[in-house]
């Protein structure tokens, strides 16, 4: 196992650490990811020698990739050095040698493990008493909305793996020899045990410490549910299909798993096999659980759940429920974890005031409890016992996103902050693992099928396309089997081709800055645009047979938004080529671009009938749509009832006998809808619901299901810790 240590450099003002992909200019971290983020690590591998454009094809582009390697390495040089505030005609740190490869000129430093806390620095965490300023900073979820927790705010920055071992060292005491031992352990490992497509929070791990139970959020209801995984293995197994089930815990023997399912705003306890099967309620008599937190403890017979304001033990084989925890008044005890031998439990006792929220610990069998520490903050999940119960981890919101504690179990001192970015941690307590749920965001691309009613349930289609405010552009092919979108997922912002269900997703191009996908009227080719040197373009590239894209409109001007004619001869786009953007056309394989607009016009898209073009009188918000002839003509407004968000959040739909404009509109009442202007009635009506007003929209030919963006949506996955004591 490779030493962390040994892969953390430091050139000019910036300090890289290869293990985890962080990039930090003096001190503060910037975003470099994929291909570019590949290249620097190809190239610091071998500082001052020469790195061949070969070399970088062979290691980081396969020879079944999809695309066209010279844009494609260009591409992610140049972010790369834009990135560095490197440039290619003077160099600081990547110089080119034509035709052959980059080197790495500026010095580079190897970081010492003693290093580590400049990059990520462990801090206590200040109590309620000298911190009363964290009381109005932090979440106030309720417990329904802990049970909920990958859909909160969390930021998804990578965590830095030896923060985990310094921590450590700052619980224990006793001088430089244990610290010496502490340095002397096995090195830590991170690694994610859930991939980012799979929106997964909460995790359990067996006793035997091979597997990790989860819950899991799908695209899908039937997607959707407790799921189990084998360390060291991408097997997985789905127990239940509900998204309402959360809190998975496991029996001693790794047979059953218990868990809470949601329903009607309270939280039913339900045990499942392990390996599938039947799953079965489990009677809790007349105390209603809360908050949906369980614990299996080790004696295989008793579970306990937060129940009312109390901690509850529930003995299976009789059904017999009995009271632990005696909260004062307007407090709530909720969060229970047992300790490894069974004999105590950790809980959180939240005030009805507010914070601080206090993390308590109390025999089994009754008796005086005593406090482990107090946060001016919420605590997200159970706290969770070491394996040596000498110390107790768990998440707070302190500074306004989850991250995760240490504080010792046996004294009175503050946390220590080991991870900024964990929730819900779990600890194997047969083995040196610790598991928790990262959260990101990003832009997501989701699907609405419409309905008559207007109460379709809208779903994720595509996770995650990219962490910027650019794309994703979603675009049905006509012939309804494929999905086009943006996303910078290799870096660079590039056109991606998926499965009409967001699967098996390919990059089409590696140009760098591609937008707005548009498919052919026979699926087999996508026109978009891309920034130039002086401008932007319109390109063509086909699907199918590798190759490259074709520049269309090779002059110096700003070109974008292009669109495809009905009969597959014209490619639309707007143009600011006369000082303003107005919507011109050119044949679609090129050619001396036609005039249409003259008074301003931006995305245009053609009428069903391909007698008209419609497009969005500015690239401002809310524009109008208007319409002018295929050939140029007299330029009307539509109809001053449609006006979208934004020039990119309407479509034209088929449906019916002269077909409609599906667009994104306020309701009046909070909550943007969908809604259809029939072109042969010319009326308006709400075809569905919005959770936000989007930037994109389109729907399929038909008009029966729409695609768009959500932006700020939040989801997790789970990361798991080798070596972690």
Known sequence: MRNPAHDRVRFGPFSVDLHTHEVRKDGTRIRLIGQPFD???????????????EELRMRLWPGDTFVDFDHGLNAAVNKLRETLCDSAESPRFVETLPRRGYRFIAAVERLDVLDAPSLAPVKPMPSAKNSPEAISGASSASPQQRGKIWLSPIASAVAVLLIFTLAAIKIKKGGSREARAELAAPVLRIRPFTGVEQDAAQPAISRDGRRIAFASQGIREEESGIFVGEIGSERQIQLTKSRHDRSPAWSSDGKFIAFSRWGNGTPAIFIVPSEGGAERKIDTGKVASKGGEVDWLPDAETIAFGGGDAIYLLKLQTSAVHRLTSPPPAAEDRAPSSSADGKRLLFVRSRGSGFPEEIRTIPINGGEETLVTSVAAEVVGA????????????????????????????????????NDSGAEPAISPQGSLLAYDRGSHGLNIWQLEL????????????PLTGQTDQGPGPQFSPDGKKLAFMSDRSGTMEIWVSDRDGKNAVQLTAIGNAGTPRWSPDSKAIVF?????????????PLEGGAPPRLLTPDDTENRCPSWSHDGKWIYFASRRTGRYEVWKIPADGGTPVQLTRNGGHAALESPDGKHVFYA??????????????????????????RPPSWASWTVVEQGASGGILFAQPSGNGAPVVSEFDLATRRVRTAGHLGIAPFWLSASRDGKTVVYDQPGWQQSQIMLVENFR
Request: charged share 25%.
């Open 617 to 642: 009188k500015s690239a401002f918000a809310y524009p109008e749509i208007w319409q002018v002839p295929v050939n140029g003509g007299e330029e009307k407004i539509l109809s001053k009832e449609v």
């Open 39 to 53: 290249i620097l690590a190809v190239l610091l591998s071998k500082p001052g020698e020469l790195v061949t454009r």
């Open 451 to 462: 309905s008559a009613n207007g109460k379709g349930e809208p779903s994720i289609l595509v």
């Open 529 to 541: 645009d891309a920034n130039r040197k002086n401008g932007a373009g319109i390109y063509k590239v």
């Open 383 to 418: 706290p969770r016992w070491s394996v040596d119960g000498k110390s107790v981890i768990f998440s707070s919101t302190f500074g306004g996103k989850p991250g995760l504690w240490r504080v010792s179990s046996e004294q009175q001192e503050s946390p220590i902050q080991i």
